[in-house]
Structures are given as structure tokens and as C-alpha cells.
T-cell receptor, first 109, second 115 residues
């Protein structure tokens, strides 16, 4: 069963436009959700996690348990935001961790 | 983050050859993982290990094997490489957060090409 779904493989927005990368999950109980980012020629790294409730590089993500979503948002996209973004879920036990298939974001100058 | 290193960074090999990719970490984490990344398919888990004596298959373990030589070292082997194993391979480590898998820290990746 697909635990984490990222419906958009590719997303393009213009610089300065709002951006939203969608993530939906399937999990009973209370998951921990993460967003990871991979910039060109760099390693995959954590961008933010829902429990921290912080904004990183202008990005925020709110866990919506009713809609089982954890969409990543930024009000004004920048060229340096162009990257591959992965949504991930960590479940109650250590062997429950799942990555989505990723969304490649391109910010057009 | 130089805490997780992978060798080699690039490798070109021929079909049928045995290949080993190595991963080392200085983060002191018990948990280590091997993923492959393919265009359009995202990140897929090959194997993971929660400690030296605990190794588990992931989503796509066929054609791969692993060895956890020590807490800090986790190697991935392709016993007989085939062209569709051409991909970018990532090692990762994590700690536990309570009973959950915590943030994963990734190595720089190994680009493997099988001709």
C-alpha cells in the first residue's frame, strides 16, 4: 500500500509566485512527517519536520490529519528553490518509514 | 554533511561483474539504509539495518545483498550487475526518536553505470 503519495512528479512555477508541493499519506495513528530536499549535485537533506513547526527557507508545512496531508508551501518562490522534494513518514515503530516518489520543482526566472 | 561518506562516488562496470558500494558514518547511529534513486521513480529502499545483527529487506532487494561490518559500516553488493541496476545509490543513517525512525542523514551518493 502506498503510504506517501506525491501526485506531482514535476512542478514549475515562476519566480515570486506561490508554490505548493502536495503530499498525502495513509497511516492509522499519529505519524511524524518530514520534507527532504535534494538540490542539484547535493545530497538529500532534511528540510523540515512537522513536529518542529518551524519555517525553513521560507517553507512551511502543516499536518492536516483530517485530509491526511502535509503539503509544503512557500508564498514567494525563488530560483534557488529549484530542487527535488521528498515527503516522508515515520510511523509508530522503527520499521515504519516511507518516502514518496518525489516532486521536481523548477522555479522559472 | 561529511558524517556519512560513500565510496566510490562514481563507478562504471560491465554486466555480470560483482560490485561493492561502501558506506561509513561517524554519527554514531545504529540505523543504516541503502536506497536507489531513479529518474521518475524517486527513492526506493533496498535494505536497512537497525544494528549489526539486524538486517532487513526493503522494497527492492532482489539482486542486492548487504553486509553490516560494524556500527559505522554498511556495504551494498551487486552480485552480478545488470544494466537496469544503473542508478544513483544513497546510504543513510538515522537515530531513534522514541520508537520511531528519526531524521535520516544521507551520504553524497554513488552513481553506478552498468554497461
Amino acid at each position: 500500500a502506498q503510504r506517501v503519495t506525491q501526485p506531482e512528479k514535476l512542478l514549475s512555477v515562476f519566480k515570486g509566485a506561490p508554490v505548493e508541493l502536495k503530499c498525502n499519506y495513509s497511516y492509522s495513528g499519529s505519524p511524524e512527517l518530514f520534507w527532504y530536499v535534494q538540490y542539484s549535485r547535493q545530497r538529500l537533506q532534511l528540510l523540515l519536520r512537522h513536529i518542529s513547526r518551524e519555517s525553513i527557507k521560507g517553507f512551511t508545512a502543516d499536518l492536516n490529519k483530517g485530509e491526511t496531508s502535509f503539503h509544503l508551501k512557500k508564498p514567494f518562490a525563488q530560483e534557488e528553490d529549484s530542487a527535488m522534494y521528498y515527503c516522508a513518514l515515520s510511523g509508530r515503530t522503527g520499521n515504519q518509514f516511507y518516502f514518496g516518489t518525489g516532486t521536481s520543482l523548477t522555479v522559472i526566472p | 554533511d561529511a558524517d556519512v561518506t560513500q565510496t566510490p562516488r562514481n563507478r562504471i562496470t560491465k554486466t555480470g561483474k560483482r560490485i561493492m558500494l561502501e558506506c561509513s558514518q561517524t554519527k554514531g547511529h545504529d540505523r543504516m539504509y541503502w536506497y536507489r534513486q531513479d529518474q521518475g521513480l524517486g527513492l526506493r529502499l533496498i535494505y536497512y539495518s537497525f544494528d549489526v545483527k539486524d538486517i532487513n529487506k526493503g522494497e527492492i532487494s532482489d539482486g542486492y545483498s548487504v553486509s553490516r561490518q560494524a556500527q559505522a559500516k554498511f556495504s551494498l553488493s551487486l552480485e552480478s550487475a545488470i544494466p537496469n541496476q544503473t542508478a544513483l545509490y544513497f546510504c543513510a543513517t538515522s537515530d531513534l526518536w522514541g520508537t520511531r525512525t528519526d531524521t535520516q542523514y544521507f551520504g553524497p551518493g554513488t552513481r553506478l553505470t552498468v554497461l
